[in-house]
């Protein structure tokens, strides 16, 4: 198939162009770098299957020649950068998304938006099933992204409804690996980079807050299973092996043999206390479930950021205070 990835060149869209790429299909990246990086796609370029076009979804897509999938992933996710960017992550969930309808909506497409467990808010059901409304909170500081994904979702369901857009949602849960930032403010690379750089992990509140964190190459296989099939969503991905955070701290000291220290701070705005999906849909639909556990998943990030020792003490300037480079009330987001 030719399938273009919005957002190719983030930390998500590399791992799924790539593995497209590898199993046969040709692929169409297009990334305007605000938060993705060449050098997450520097073994992709210079492949007769792989395109790279800079550009801005929010601006429009032209892509040329026949396309048979678009995969949505185009938006700032990291609350860093969507704090930094807020007016960009509106545009991007809303035009960028309706541009990428639009373009599949053309050439008689397969359409799949990357949604996200962020339009549960702090949920009052546990754990999240994808029939739960959310609990979000629509003006706080995490509103650009939440409503961005949710008026996504909507757009889809629209252009489904009403045009016959071949539609998938999926909506992704806490996921990390290699390639995801040193500095992205989310709570498994916030920790990694303090106790590699021997500075104290900082945990809001008592740390009971719970998440359920996928690794990189399982969350793509269910993002691959659901571009190859029919399924119209919306449908979670995620781990549902619940840890808290307090958990997911001991277990980063142990594997880094890092003597940090463990700091805490009052719990932030609009933190969701529990985080947890529920994949039976995923398990029915698509034949999808995680394989990977925390303890290995860990340790193959962390082999990666330690081949990065200048990227990961730059970012210690940026999680010093905690999990974030925002604003209090900005922890980690799921995607």
């Keep these: 198939m030719r399938v273009l990835v919005t957002g190719g060149a983030g930390f998500l869209g590399s791992h799924l162009a790539e593995t497209l790429v590898r199993r046969g299909d040709t692929v169409v990246c297009v990334d305007d770098l605000s938060t993705g990086r060449m050098s997450n796609i520097a073994g992709l370029m210079g492949r007769p299957s792989f395109d790279f076009q800079r550009s801005d979804v929010s601006k429009g897509l032209h892509v040329g020649g026949s396309i048979d999938v678009v995969a949505h992933l185009a938006s700032p996710a990291s609350p860093p950068d969507y704090q930094r960017r807020p007016l960009e992550t509106l545009a991007a969930g809303s035009r960028g998304t309706e541009h990428a309808l639009e373009l599949a909506n053309r050439c008689n497409a397969r359409f799949v938006l990357a949604s996200t467990s962020e339009v549960y808010g702090d949920p009052l059901v546990h754990p999240q099933h994808e029939d739960y409304w959310g609990n979000v909170n629509p003006i706080g500081p995490r509103s650009v992204y939440d409503e961005a994904k949710r008026f996504a979702e909507a757009l889809t369901f629209a252009y489904r409804r009403s045009l016959g857009v071949n539609t998938g949602v999926v909506r992704i849960f806490n996921t990390y690996g290699p390639r995801i930032q040193p500095h992205d403010g989310r709570v498994v690379t916030s920790f990694i980079t303090q106790a590699l750089n021997g500075d104290p992990l900082t945990i809001y509140g008592d740390g009971s807050q719970t998440r359920s964190f996928c690794y990189v190459d399982d969350l ?64 029915q639909l698509l034949g999808w479930s995680p394989r990977i556990d925390a303890e290995e998943g860990l340790r193959r990030t962390i082999a990666w950021f330690r081949t990065r020792p200048q990227e990961v003490a730059a970012a210690a300037a940026s999680v010093a205070g905690g999990q974030l480079d925002g604003p209090p009330g900005l922890i980690e987001e799921a995607s």
């Excluded at 995620?238 to 980063?252: D, F, I, K, Q, S």
């Excluded at 890092?258 to 701070?265: R, W």
């Design 220 to 283: 793509v296989a269910g993002l691959v299973a659901m571009i190859d099939s029919d399924a119209e969503g919306p449908i979670n991905l995620g781990n549902p092996v619940e840890r808290t955070v307090r958990e997911l701290a001991e277990l980063v000291l142990a594997q880094t043999e890092s003597s940090s220290t463990v700091e805490h701070h009052p719990l932030p705005t609009d933190d969701p206390t529990r985080r947890k999906p529920d994949i039976s849909k995923a398990r």
